[in-house]
């Protein structure tokens, strides 16, 4: 019957997960959930008890299927879309997960971290073209987003490494022609790893610094102060 009910809650059930009686943390967290300020909080303590008792595989799928069972309640939460992929790729459940993004897209077509999770998933495939599509969806929604603008450019220079290297094929020559096509893939490539050095420069979100060393390496040659100043921060 207390105001502060729902606030007593949160507290009482991270001090239970702390003292690893899950039970009374769980039951806590139900009720906390419900907290105006301390809600998204608390739900992250279900989560975390549930996880803690995982003891093999047959656990960690049944999880799965405790955390789909919530999602399916609350399709909008994109915590706990992004924990369910999580607990795909730990299961190595890619058909899954792929399913779970294209269902997100289709209802959302606006969802960032939906078009950021497609775009990692086919740059770990290798998929560049997917990815880069991918990525550039993901950044029409949240522009500022380091890490995808570090990964877009990622892709898009290995994009055009690649077609360099079909283009100099047994000669080890670029024609003109081809220059012409692939240097703007370059080009674009370090407009956005350079969009992320401005973003994060400090590296706490995204991890620029090695592509954007390549890109300018291939741009503008090894003694160029742009390149010695990124390799400097690869080591």
């Not at 001090?15 to 419900?34: G, H, L, P, T």
């Not at 998204?40 to 656990?59: G, P, R, T």
């Not at 080890?172 to 012409?180: F, L, N, T, W």
């Given at each position: 019957?207390?105001?502060?009910?729902?606030?007593?809650?949160?507290?009482?059930?991270?001090?239970?997960?702390?003292?690893?009686?899950?039970?009374k943390?769980e039951?806590?967290?139900?009720?906390?959930?419900?907290?105006?300020?301390?809600?998204?909080?608390?739900?992250?303590?279900?989560?975390?008890?549930?996880?803690?008792?995982?003891?093999?595989?047959?656990?960690?799928?049944?999880?799965?299927?405790?955390?789909?069972?919530?999602?399916?309640?609350?399709?909008?939460?994109?915590?706990?879309?992004?924990?369910?992929?999580?607990?795909?790729?730990?299961?190595?459940?890619?058909?899954?997960?792929?399913?779970?993004?294209?269902?997100?897209?289709?209802?959302?077509?606006?969802?960032?971290?939906?078009?950021?999770?497609?775009?990692?998933?086919?740059?770990?495939?290798?998929?560049?073209?997917?990815?880069?599509?991918?990525?550039?969806?993901?950044?029409?929604?949240?522009?500022?987003?380091?890490?995808?603008?570090?990964?877009?450019?990622?892709?898009?220079?290995?994009?055009?490494?690649?077609a360099?290297?079909?283009?100099a094929g047994?000669?080890?020559?670029?024609?003109?022609?081809?220059?012409?096509?692939?240097?703007?893939?370059?080009?674009?490539?370090?407009?956005?790893?350079?969009?992320?050095k401005?973003?994060?420069?400090?590296?706490?979100?995204?991890?620029?610094?090695?592509?954007?060393?390549r890109?300018?390496?291939?741009?503008?040659?090894?003694?160029?102060?742009?390149?010695?100043?990124?390799?400097a921060?690869?080591?």
């Amino acid at each position: 019957k207390d105001a502060n009910l729902t606030q007593i809650a949160y507290f009482a059930g991270i001090y239970a997960y702390q003292a690893k009686d899950y039970a009374k943390a769980e039951k806590f967290a139900d009720i906390a959930v419900n907290d105006s300020t301390h809600g998204k909080e608390a739900f992250n303590i279900k989560l975390a008890v549930m996880q803690a008792q995982l003891k093999n595989h047959a656990d960690s799928v049944a999880y799965v299927q405790k955390v789909k069972a919530l999602y399916d309640k609350d399709p909008q939460n994109d915590m706990l879309f992004g924990t369910l992929i999580n607990l795909y790729s730990s299961l190595k459940d890619e058909a899954s997960a792929n399913a779970l993004v294209e269902a997100k897209i289709a209802a959302d077509p606006k969802n960032f971290t939906a078009w950021a999770v497609k775009g990692q998933n086919a740059m770990i495939a290798q998929k560049l073209e997917d990815a880069i599509a991918a990525f550039k969806n993901a950044l029409e929604i949240e522009p500022e987003n380091a890490q995808v603008n570090a990964f877009l450019g990622a892709c898009l220079f290995d994009r055009a490494q690649k077609a360099e290297d079909r283009a100099a094929g047994k000669t080890g020559r670029v024609s003109a022609a081809a220059e012409a096509q692939i240097k703007p893939v370059f080009e674009e490539a370090r407009t956005y790893l350079e969009k992320a050095k401005q973003l994060d420069p400090n590296r706490e979100k995204s991890q620029w610094a090695y592509a954007l060393y390549r890109c300018y390496y291939r741009l503008y040659g090894a003694e160029d102060p742009r390149t010695k100043e990124a390799e400097a921060l690869t080591k």
